[in-house]
């Protein structure tokens, strides 16, 4: 495997000249039992992935600012030792020498040297950067060691006064995706646009929503994605009025829509994507009808996804085209403005339109700046996807019963206005019929 080990330098970089002083400490994720002797797919935690391009598991990066004590800036790797008998295993270990050398740390030592180094690391540094209340193991560990550090006060050695939460300045960070991230984001989105696609040619009545859910999995992971980015929602039916369905299991209807929301993880980046159409292929009136007003409510907040709007005003567009669409479909009563008012659409669409997307699939990043939805510029990536969800009920029309629908893209801002990075998954009404006829 080659690392281009300068993105992940240069990451490593910034967050120093952010820290200004100190030191940074930041495990990657445990190991998660899941039962027995096995243990759940292993996923390294994204910000010690972010600055380093290190996979295993059993890892923490160090960074020094040089800055306090240390003589100039450092990072360091601790990793797991060769050992050929667990390699024989559970496969390669890079070891902290080859660890250097690929991944170009300033130095890697055993995991094993980690808290003795610590302890050194640690002496007359001000401040401690580390994600503090991440894992609760790791914040006891560290404090202890730091408690370490104050004993040998005597010693004319001091322990850092200052602990700061690096995900503040990780978080803005990680925010602006590079060129390397837009790339990866490109492709894990084209992956997925391939899956829905394939959903829809198999997607007909009678069959289970898992064996629509395998189609799905099967083209990530063919394209080398190997995982969801999420557990994959494929719900036929009332089920798609669940938002959070993950059962999976019931048997797709004929008349029935279908609602996928579904993206793979490739190199550690998510896509996030939803469809929502009819199993038999041919949407009804009143499918359609909805279906429409939810397109066009997405329409409206992807024009309105511009750098220098503010990031509620997606939101904002989709919702008056949604709130218009609920009293056209006599869901809502009174006009747009009262209905926005008195917030009557929550009963039919009670989520927001978007998150910021990247490493986690609900990614990391302030929406506010003090007390004001933050401005969007380019490099943000976020989801937009407008929904509507309609339970039976006396009050509401019966042509309109269980119809759940959620359409759902990947956005980049770019300096000229955006790009839809899942474009390629259909979502008009004519492109899907034809897909799927
Ligand atoms: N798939 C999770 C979400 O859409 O937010
Ligand atoms: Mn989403
Ligand atoms: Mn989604």
Redesign the pocket.
């Known amino acids: 495997m080659t690392i281009d080990q300068t993105i992940y330098a240069q990451r490593r970089a910034r967050l120093l000249e952010k820290m200004q002083r100190g030191i940074a400490i930041i495990p990657t994720a445990p190991e998660v039992a899941r039962n027995g002797d096995t243990h759940y797919e292993y996923r390294y935690d994204s910000n010690f992935y972010y600055l380093s391009g290190f996979t295993e598991p059993e890892a923490v990066l160090v960074l020094v600012s040089g800055q306090d004590g240390q003589s100039q800036p450092q990072s360091i790797l601790f990793c797991r030792e060769k050992n050929p008998e667990r390699e024989v295993w559970d496969g390669y270990r890079a070891g902290p020498d080859a660890a250097k050398e690929q991944f170009g740390f300033d130095v890697a030592y055993s995991i094993a040297q980690l808290d003795e180094k610590l302890v050194e690391l640690m002496g007359d540094q001000t401040a401690l950067h580390y994600p503090l209340g991440r894992d609760a193991e790791w914040d006891q560990r560290i404090l202890k060691l730091r408690g370490a550090v104050q004993a040998k006060v005597r010693s004319g050695i001091r322990a850092p006064n200052e602990i700061h939460d690096v995900r503040t300045l990780l978080n803005e960070m990680r925010l602006f995706k590079d060129e390397h991230e837009l790339a990866i984001m490109r492709r894990a989105a084209k992956i997925s646009t391939q899956a829905h696609r394939r959903a829809m040619q198999f997607a007909c009545p009678d069959q289970f929503e898992y064996q629509i859910e395998a189609e799905l999995l099967h083209e990530f992971c063919r394209h080398g994605a190997r995982h969801p980015a999420y557990p994959s929602i494929v719900a036929g039916g009332a089920n798609a009025c669940v938002l959070h369905y993950v059962g999976n299991d019931a048997i797709l209807k004929d008349g029935d829509l279908l609602l996928i929301?579904a993206g793979c993880e490739l190199d550690g980046y998510a896509s996030?994507i939803?469809r929502s159409y009819p199993v038999n292929g041919r949407f009804s009136a009143a499918q359609k009808d909805v279906y429409e007003i939810v397109l066009a409510a997405q329409a409206a907040a992807i024009a309105a996804a511009q750098p220098g709007n503010s990031w509620d005003m997606p939101h904002d567009a989709a919702l008056r085209v949604l709130a218009q669409g609920f009293i056209d479909l006599k869901l809502c009563q009174g006009n747009v403005d009262t209905v926005l008012e008195s917030e009557s659409y929550k009963r039919f669409y009670m989520h927001r339109t978007?998150?910021w997307?990247g490493m986690d699939?609900?990614d990391v990043g302030d929406y506010k700046i003090g007390a004001d939805w933050r401005a969007l510029q380019p490099g943000m990536v976020f989801?937009v996807?407008p929904g509507c969800y309609i339970c039976p009920a006396d009050d509401v029309p019966p042509a309109l019963w269980n119809i759940g629908i959620r359409i759902?893209d990947d956005v980049a801002i770019t300096a000229q206005g955006n790009e839809v990075l899942s474009a390629a998954a259909p979502k008009a009404v004519a492109e899907i019929e034809a897909l799927m006829k």
Do not use: A, I, N, R
């Open positions: 929301d996030d939803t978007g998150h997307l699939v609900h989801t996807e759902e």
